[in-house]
């Protein structure tokens, strides 16, 4: 679980894209994974199908320690081949070990998407552009982004004056 959620937070890819991954999504000479698929499960069926929108196929650079801790996952894993998922559990699942380690940890319960609304939350703090947080998670249209995360940005204001008062 330590890998799944670090996954998670880091990369802001959706559930349905993590538990879609096989061995073969990633470069970890570039420290990339390839977004192609998405994970359902219905009537007891695990699938993988295409991703939510065209623009959920994506590359996600992650950071480099990212890319240790899911190396040292993989390496972990019987050698059975790289079409197998790496994560073969189920949303349900996810949601149950987050509140598992949300009652451990005695933290604000959370949804697991909402690692993924932390993720863009970040990024707007390290003052990334809509575009690129919009590219970064997959999302179809720039203004899905500036609506879902807009109103972060009021609180980039100060940081505007202070660097234009540096200006003057």
């Known amino acids: 679980s330590h890998t799944i959620f670090s996954v998670l937070f880091w990369s802001g890819m959706r559930s349905g894209e993590l538990l879609a991954?096989?061995?073969?999504?990633?470069?970890?000479?570039?420290?990339?994974i390839n977004i192609s698929k998405n994970y359902a499960?219905?009537?007891?069926?695990?699938?993988?199908?295409?991703?939510?929108?065209?623009?959920?196929?994506r590359q996600i650079v992650l950071p480099l320690a990212v890319c240790v801790i899911l190396q040292q996952y993989i390496n972990t894993l019987p050698k059975e081949g790289s079409k197998?998922?790496?994560f073969p559990v189920t949303k349900?699942?996810?949601?149950?070990?987050?509140?598992r380690g949300i009652?451990?940890?005695?933290?604000?319960?959370?949804?697991?998407?909402d690692l993924r609304h932390s993720h863009a939350s970040l990024l707007v703090e390290l003052g990334c552009s809509p575009i690129l947080i919009s590219e970064?998670?997959?999302?179809?249209?720039?203004?899905?982004?500036?609506?879902t995360y807009s109103h972060l940005y009021p609180n980039k204001q100060k940081e505007v004056v202070f660097m234009l008062e540096k200006l003057v």
């Open 41 to 57: 499960r219905l009537n007891g069926r695990d699938l993988l199908l295409p991703p939510k929108t065209p623009k959920s196929n």
């Open 136 to 147: 970064r998670l997959g999302h179809e249209d720039i203004k899905t982004t500036l609506q």
């Open 84 to 86: 197998q998922r790496l």
């Open 21 to 32: 991954l096989e061995s073969e999504d990633f470069n970890f000479d570039t420290q990339t």
């Open 103 to 113: 009652e451990v940890s005695g933290v604000k319960m959370i949804r697991v998407h």
């Open 92 to 99: 349900k699942w996810l949601a149950q070990e987050l509140k």
